[in-house]
């Protein structure tokens, strides 16, 4: 049984700092990366971030150079760093399992990030 639990969301204002931890246990095929997608009220959901199995990572363009997704896979935690947060980063954040060749669909119950102006 998989279980992925994010921590660490919270509440920022404009410019601030956040950093997600997601915490997995059980077995994860080897052909599974691990990406970050948010949902916000009213709006479709985003992929953020995707990190590969050997570390190639992934962002959407509305986030690079702000955030860094990485993990360490002896404690098979994933992490999601979020420098200069807008407003518009405001949203429930998940981890999940991803990657063209995972046959795995996991995913945490999220972390809510809010950002206020």
């Known amino acids: 049984q998989v279980q992925l639990v994010e921590s660490g969301g919270g509440s920022v204002p404009a410019g601030g700092f956040l950093k997600l931890s997601c915490a997995a246990s059980?077995?994860?095929?080897?052909?599974?990366?691990m990406v970050w997608y948010r949902q916000a009220p009213g709006k479709e959901r985003e992929l953020v971030a995707t990190?590969?199995?050997?570390?190639?990572?992934n962002y959407r363009s509305s986030v690079k150079g702000r955030f860094t997704i990485s993990q360490d896979n002896t404690t098979m935690t994933l992490y999601l760093e979020m420098n200069n947060l807008q407003t518009e980063d405001t949203a429930v954040y998940y981890c999940?399992?991803?990657?063209?060749?995972?046959?795995?669909?996991?995913r945490g119950q999220g972390t809510q990030v809010t950002v206020s102006s």
């Open positions: 059980g077995h994860i095929d080897r052909r599974c990366g």
């Open positions: 990190i590969s199995r050997t570390g190639t990572a």
């Open positions: 999940a399992t991803g990657g063209s060749q995972c046959p795995d669909n996991y």
